[in-house]
């Protein structure tokens, strides 16, 4: 008998490293549960992880909606009471350059609500799914940015910090029960959310990174892969930088 296929949850799967780690995880012989807000783009995903022979489900949901996603949760524990969850790879976030003087609240709440309540949130239901079977991954993102600090971008450093801070404190808490936690730390990726960085900042950028290039997608997603194998099962508590040597 065939050794079942590790079931992984991937959030912001629509674009960028979201989309990236579903193929590589399509690859890698995993069933796919995808969940975005945009449908279309999320429907295209899907359909290129399925000609790589993927199962994939897709749910379009606002992760903001604490009801929506409490609803996501009750239909998988019972779609996967037999199969269990392996991984929650959660790459949903959102990015704010703002100075502090600049900073509306209401894009401070907005911004949280993401990137960290939503974030625990949903740790606090997948672990629901994965302690039943004593075992799975939470693997979730951070940033560079949460440890070295960004001049402009205070929130957003604060947030990924929080994320950081909570990798720390799962894998603590949930490691009796047989569940990893883990983060990668991405430096300056080409996704959508540097898209916006004209060519002065880009090569500013550029500058301070060893490798001097930006990153791709498909370089953070290749980590993440590695992390939801096997061949990762005695890594928790960890925080991997994949940012070419910004951090030197």
Do not use: W
């Amino acid at each position: 008998m065939s050794e079942q296929a590790p079931v992984s949850l991937i959030t912001g799967a629509s674009r960028g490293i979201g989309r990236a780690t579903a193929m590589a995880l399509a690859k890698a012989g995993h069933e796919l549960i995808l969940v975005a807000r945009d449908a279309a783009a999320l429907k295209q995903v899907q359909m290129e992880c399925q000609a790589l022979g993927a199962l994939v489900s897709i749910h379009t949901v606002d992760l903001t909606d604490r009801d929506a996603v409490t609803a996501l949760f009750r239909q998988l524990h019972t779609e996967l009471q037999n199969k269990g969850l392996s991984n929650l790879v959660h790459c949903a976030g959102q990015m704010q350059d703002s100075l502090l003087t600049m900073t509306r609240l209401a894009d401070v709440d907005q911004l949280l609500a993401l990137n960290v309540t939503a974030t625990v949130q949903l740790c606090q239901l997948a672990s629901k799914l994965m302690v039943r079977h004593k075992a799975g991954h939470l693997l979730l993102l951070s940033s560079k940015v949460a440890e070295s600090g960004s001049a402009g971008q205070a929130v957003y450093a604060a947030s990924k910090g929080a994320v950081s801070s909570l990798v720390k404190s799962l894998a603590k808490e949930l490691g009796p029960t047989g569940i990893r936690v883990n983060a990668v730390a991405p430096g300056f990726i080409e996704t959508d959310l540097t898209a916006h960085y004209n060519e002065d900042k880009r090569q500013q950028l550029t500058a301070q990174i060893s490798l001097r290039r930006l990153g791709q997608a498909n370089e953070v997603a290749a980590v993440i892969q590695f992390l939801c194998s096997n061949d990762a099962r005695y890594i928790t508590g960890h925080i991997l930088a994949v940012d070419g040597g910004f951090s030197l």
